[in-house]
């Protein structure tokens, strides 16, 4: 184990660039999945629901994961975490490969989202580290980012290379490999403070500075994370009842669509006021869902697309949004608690609607299911819209 920072130094590009591109490859790789989603179905015969848990277990991995190990490269080292984080990752990428079932599908999920939520905490501090006037924002870009171009990225694997259920797994493979000699190479910044114990131990609130704050954002932060986990997981399948197309590649460039709109988004309005940026979070959330809504309807591609591109810019404006209003203002002593709180509303946002979304749609149609979680997030946003009257 490290017991001081490397006095090794090298530039700080390659201490900025090499986490921020570690972090996007963990999220490509929890995106990646979802164009095979339906290839597994094809094969296994399982339900909506049961995709939609083989999802969400990922969601409630990952941030039991954040909650416990997410500051411990603060006492342990950076370089530690992330080359367990990339061989627990790794571990998951050789399950996927070798799946040949649900319970398998459901164990590397799992393991991949322990992986991740493990891997966030200690490249974002790196990130940090390295680059803390710009830290913040990289850290916001890049996870989204690696969400868009797992989603695309894997469907064309899927789509033009033999072998659909490994390639894309073996290719991560490989660059986790190349991820991995990074880590070690990279200069150790950790501070590597005592207490380790202590912080495995989640440490969950909202300071009474941020309540008001975090209740007012509340709404809008469930409707955007709810969204992105309804298209990570349901979304390829809504694009075959809408087009009437197999092609999963048009479902990778959904997820692509939503996420690559989001990552533009939250880089271009870096310097807009963070309320005007929450409020137009909010209204295109509002009408890229009823735009989508109005083509899984009329059977539409292009608005369905549309709809995308709108209710994306949304998604990103609002996670901006959200954390530049409510983070700054918990005392510094407090922050991690707040951050924490966050995180449980935005993962159990994630994950708990696309279950139920996944279960309704047994019962119903999927194109039902959509139109009625559409409309619900629609009434979430525009309910954030609406000025909060002080108390």
């Given amino acids: 184990m490290l ?36 290839v597994y179905q094809a094969r296994w015969a399982f339900s909506s629901g049961m995709l939609t848990v ?3 277990v990922y969601a409630v991995c990952l941030l039991l994961a954040l909650l416990t190990v997410g500051s411990l490269s603060d006492h342990v080292g950076r370089r530690p975490v992330i080359l367990g984080a990339l061989a627990l990752d790794a571990v998951a990428m050789l399950i996927f490969s070798a799946a040949d079932g649900v319970p398998l599908l459901i164990a590397a999920r799992m393991v991949q989202g322990i992986a991740t939520g493990a891997a966030t905490g ?17 850290n916001s870009v890049a996870p989204i980012a690696g969400l868009a171009v797992g989603g695309l990225g894997s469907a064309a694997l899927v789509q033009f ?14 660059v986790f490999a190349v991820e991995a000699i990074g880590a070690i190479v990279v200069t150790e910044t950790s501070p590597m403070m005592p207490g380790a114990r202590q912080a495995i131990r989640p440490n969950v609130g909202i300071p009474a500075a941020a309540r008001s704050a975090f209740a007012a954002i509340a709404l ?9 986990g309804f298209y990570l997981s349901l979304g390829p399948s809504l694009v075959r009842v809408v087009t009437g197309s197999n092609s999963i590649l048009l479902g990778g460039l959904l997820v692509f669509t939503l996420a690559a709109a989001g990552a533009a988004t939250i880089w271009l309005l870096r310097t807009v006021a963070a309320g005007r940026v929450m409020r137009f979070g909010a209204a295109a959330l509002a009408i890229g869902i009823a735009v989508t809504i109005t083509a ?27 954390t530049r209003t409510v983070f700054p203002l918990a005392p510094a002593a407090e922050r991690g608690k707040l951050v924490a709180a966050f995180y449980v509303l935005s993962y159990l946002a994630f994950a708990i609607p696309a279950v139920a979304a996944g279960v309704i749609a047994t019962s119903v149609s999927l194109l039902t299911t959509a139109t009625g979680y559409g409309v619900v997030l629609i009434a979430l946003a525009v309910t954030a819209l609406i000025p909060r009257q002080p108390r």
Avoid: K
């Avoid at 940090?128 to 990289?138: K, N, S, W, Y």
């Fill in 3 to 38: 017991t001081a920072p490397d006095t090794r130094r090298i530039s700080s590009g390659p201490a900025t660039v090499l986490p921020a591109a570690t972090m996007l490859t963990f999220l490509a790789a929890s995106s990646a999945p979802t164009p095979l989603y339906h």
């Fill in 54 to 56: 083989i999802f969400g």
């Fill in 122 to 138: 200690a490249l974002a501090a790196a990130i940090l580290d390295a680059e803390r006037p710009h830290g913040p924002i990289v």
């Fill in 161 to 174: 290379l033999p072998w659909p259920r490994q390639t894309v797994y073996l290719v991560l493979l490989v």
């Fill in 220 to 228: 809008l932060n469930i409707a955007a994370w709810a969204l992105g």
């Fill in 296 to 322: 899984a309807q009329t059977g539409s591609q292009a608005l369905l697309f549309a709809g995308t591109l709108i209710a994306g810019t949304g998604f990103g404006a609002s996670f901006q949004g959200v």
